[in-house]
DNA sequence: ATAATTAGTTAACTTTGTTAAATATTACCA
DNA sequence: TGGTAATATTTAACAAAGTTAACTAATTAT
């Protein structure tokens, strides 16, 4: 590794140690990052099937199920059999579950506003552009 | 959020997604990504204790002592009891465990020549200075 | 010398993933 | 039309890795 690459080596290893310790087992509202995200997948998506989100997030139909029962005891989404296919659930997230979706949101928010505020807009738009570049030759040379 | 924000926003979840998706519960080398934290640590920090780990790793001392029986079981560390204080066992990397770390070094610095690969020289240390100066900004922000 | 502290372990439990098997429904075809 | 195959989901049994509470052994302090 040249100097550049060993500079960067050390900020996305910082970068990747923060965003692990902010995902960590821990839980925002009563609710985990694993239920947070499914909650939030089935807002987007909504009508959709466990089938599909276990698929989305690549874990077990068992899994996904009882994930999905805490969730519905906890009145945080809804599951209504299909009239057209009855071995299927169709999928909804409660006024409960959108509201929390909705709150966190701002933390992401206010991160970006962090950001912002850490550089000039021609740093976040350089930054931006550049991330997206090495995400896009990462994700690329991984598949 | 302004739109500056919001392309930054969009990038940064996607970079999210790609090392938690890239970090998730899998194995290299027979090896969890927490028993290799702990190897590296002790790798790095030869003769610390458990008690160290368990602080440095912020878990339980009792979760700890199983990953570390777990590691001895496997020859990945050795755990030698001290003669000036016999409650402690100072921790070493087994020439099998320090091997795992350093060739786990290169997946990292794959990544780092990908980027390198995917950007001008300029753009690398661009990035890399204004990474630096975001995840100082969040990092402060947050404690 | 005895009481308090410290390092580590054991036991019992929780969460969340897994695979295998069961159930119910739908699709296909001879 | 009826029987077989496929699909969506759930149940059961298990594994990994975290937790707290209680225990042991060693050291420190009064």
Redesign the pocket.
């Known amino acids: 590794m040249n100097k550049g690459e060993r500079k960067f080596y050390n900020v996305f290893t910082e970068l990747q140690c923060f965003i692990l310790a902010n995902m960590s ?1 821990g839980e925002v509202n009563g609710v ?1 990052a ?2 947070y995200n499914i909650i939030e997948y089935i807002y987007r998506n909504d009508k959709c ?4 989100v ?1 698929k989305a997030f ?13 969730l519905v005891e906890n009145n945080l989404i809804e ?1 209504k059999q299909s009239s ?6 169709n999928l909804s997230a409660t006024d409960k579950g959108k509201f929390i979706i909705d709150n966190s949101e701002n933390f992401r928010e206010r991160v970006a506003k962090q950001v912002s505020k850490a550089l000039t807009r021609d740093e976040l738009d350089n930054l931006t552009s550049l991330l997206g570049k090495v995400i896009g030759e990462i994700v690329e040379s991984h598949t």
Chains 1, 2 share one sequence.
């Open positions: 087992r985990t694993t239920h099937t466990g089938k599909q276990a690549n874990i077990s139909p068992p899994a996904i199920s009882r994930q999905l029962k805490f599951q057209l296919d009855r071995r299927i659930f």
